[in-house]
């Protein structure tokens, strides 16, 4: 069964940084281009960024530039860093299969003073 399960989410002020982790089991991790997503009050459900097998990663424009994917294929994980965070990046966010198919329950970012 393929399990994902994202951690990192948290209360942070406009400016601030967040690095998000998700797990990754039940499928050969290493195979796979994996994805993050994200829920935001004002957009709905939007594409964060990919990252295919051999760590090449390509993000949507609102977010180049301040995020970042990366993953280790020898524990199974796949991170998100969050820079430069603005108010409108609050939202759940998702960690996925490359197309956003299969998803774990998210992990909350809300940037506020």
């Known amino acids: 069964e393929v399990q994902l399960v994202e951690s990192g989410g948290g209360l942070v002020q406009p400016g601030g940084s967040l690095t998000l982790s998700c797990t990754a089991s039940?499928?050969?991790?290493?195979?796979?281009?994996m994805s993050w997503y994200r829920q935001t009050p004002g957009a709905g459900l939007e594409w964060v960024g990919t990252?295919?097998?051999?760590?090449?990663?390509t993000y949507a424009d609102i977010v180049k530039g301040r995020f970042t994917i990366s993953r280790d294929n020898s524990q199974n994980m796949l991170y998100l860093q969050l820079v430069s965070l603005k108010t409108d990046d609050t939202g759940m966010y998702y960690c996925?299969?490359?197309?956003?198919?299969?998803r774990g329950q998210g992990t909350q970012v809300t940037v506020s003073s």
């Open positions: 996925t299969n490359d197309d956003g198919s299969t």
């Open positions: 039940g499928f050969t991790f290493e195979n796979y281009a």
């Open positions: 990252t295919s097998s051999l760590s090449r990663s």
